[in-house]
């Protein structure tokens, strides 16, 4: 049964890779110790589709990647010309071998997956903002007092089962070290900030009031429970490290273009703006955000901004032009570099002129406007795009007198700005670590629930239920087997 479905499965996907002019490789799990890799090919034409999974059974180390996706792009490429591949996308291994690969290549864009670098800001919070630390050294502090002592223990609980009608202790990390893994912390800032109502009702109890006659901790916490600018610190670092999930959540399921991750970033940016106006916060914490742009930001976006229909913006004459405004001026250094890179050396100078006619002549008003229709999504109700391939059409069939860079155009404005997880579930990794055999056959099941996904275009994984069902399925069939014989 599982190996019908993945032959199937495996088929369809190689047919698909193999009809594509050229193709994005993208990869994501290098950052787990003990998870799944996943290679996906993303294609012109919107589509996407698994090239394999690896169980790892340690941490990835830069070496192994490189010659993991080396070989990934020669297999797609099915021993052609690799000049197919247009890029790489991945979660990690940015500075080594993602930028070894490119500079072998110089017609590929390898870029770093924006969902992990948004992921990472909460961390470079935690490191650099004391409000960070602050908050969750007295949370840390809370939860063991409350958790530990016997007095506040039972007060706490008292005052949640009259409203809640259970009890709980404080949510505590295994390790404390917010400044390394602040992640692992938050779920504790989270629990005092909901139990707040409990603990401010047990701190007035006269039980509570005995124990502060005596105890000094307790009549500490008791101080800075009552303390409002201690819950306005606790509420400012929840709703920043909130901030950044939502964006890497609504990333990781509209799967944003390189041509958008500019603005992505100014949208974070005024986010921001927003949470230190609303918590009365010096600006550090731009900084901070400016550092990961730095450490994240490719010359490919500031390219595929420019070359991508979409963000034509209308100038007083009434033509469509590319966005060059929104740009530094090292930015649009970065475009004409990007853009000859990506051409022989022959070509350089006719891109370049192409280029110079794109910025002041635009694009036919009538086309644009066509490209930049938008129309209801009828699941989410969101706008979105009505066509998203008529960008990379406009291309390829109004803009002729621009031969050079439409090329580049065509091979830049499709590629993803982030790299698509595929999951499995702990249970279903143990056992893959069992034998070569079992590493295998989950292999062999997260491909053909992956690409059953990915043909729904379904990319978020909230769970692993196809793959789950999928391995009941395979143990049901492989016991009728067995009975049969």
């Known amino acids: ?55 790892a059974s340690s941490r990835a180390t830069s070496d192994y990647a490189e010659d993991i996706l080396r070989v990934a792009i020669d297999s797609v490429s099915e021993g052609g010309s690799t000049h197919r591949c247009a890029g790489i996308v991945a979660d990690r291994f940015k500075s080594k071998a993602l930028r070894s690969i490119e500079a072998q290549n110089q017609w590929m864009v390898n870029v770093p997956c924006q969902r992990r670098g948004f992921h990472c800001l909460i961390q470079d919070f935690a490191s650099g903002l004391p409000l960070f630390h602050s908050a969750a050294s007295n949370c840390s502090r809370i939860a063991a007092f409350f958790n530990s002592h016997s007095v506040g223990r039972a007060l706490l ?34 629990d005092v900030m909901g139990c707040s109502h409990f603990l401010q009702l047990a701190i007035i109890d006269e039980e509570y009031k005995l124990l502060c006659l005596e105890d000094p901790a307790a009549r500490e916490l008791a101080d800075m429970i009552r303390d409002m600018r201690f819950w306005n610190e606790l509420e400012a670092v929840r709703s920043l490290v909130k901030l950044v999930e939502t964006m890497t959540n609504e990333m990781e ?14 949208e974070l940016r005024n986010r921001v703006k927003d949470w230190r106006t609303k918590f009365v916060l010096e600006g550090t914490v731009d900084e901070i955000v400016e550092r990961r742009f730095k450490k994240n930001y490719h010359p490919a976006w500031s390219a595929a901004f420019i070359l991508d229909p979409l963000y034509l913006s209308k100038d007083a004459s009434g033509k469509y032009l590319p966005p060059f405004k929104f740009l530094t001026p090292e930015q649009e250094k970065d475009v004409d570099r990007l853009i000859t890179r990506l051409v022989s050396r022959e070509e350089a100078h006719i891109v370049l002129m192409e280029l110079m006619k794109w910025r002041t002549e635009g694009l036919d008003p009538l086309y644009a406007q066509a490209v930049q229709v938008k129309q209801p999504d009828p699941t989410t109700g969101k706008m979105r795009l009505a066509n998203p391939q008529s960008s990379r059409l406009v291309w390829e069939t109004c803009l002729g007198e621009l031969p050079s860079l439409g090329r580049v155009a065509v091979r830049l404005i499709f590629l993803h700005a982030t790299a698509c997880r595929v999951h499995c579930s702990p249970l279903m990794l143990a056992c893959a670590r069992r034998s070569r055999a079992a590493a295998q056959r989950v292999e062999k099941m997260v491909f053909v629930a992956a690409h059953s996904r990915f043909k729904r275009r379904i990319f978020v994984d909230e769970d692993e239920k196809d793959v789950e069902i999928l391995a009941e399925d395979d143990e049901a069939s492989a016991s009728v087997e067995a009975s049969s014989m």
């Open 1 to 55: 049964m599982l190996d019908h479905h993945y032959r199937i499965a495996r088929s369809e996907s190689i047919s698909r890779t193999r009809d594509a002019l050229f193709f994005q490789l993208d990869s994501a799990g290098w950052n787990s110790d003990h998870g799944l890799i996943s290679i996906a090919v993303n294609l012109p034409y919107g589509t996407t589709v698994l090239h394999r999974s690896i169980v």
């Open 157 to 190: 609980h008292k005052y949640q089962l009259q409203e809640l009608n259970h009890s709980h202790l404080l949510h505590y990390p295994s390790s404390f070290d917010p400044a390394r893994n602040f992640l692992n912390v938050f779920p504790m800032l989270e």
């Open 253 to 266: 399921a509209e799967r944003p273009l390189l041509g958008q991750c500019l603005q992505l970033w100014d």
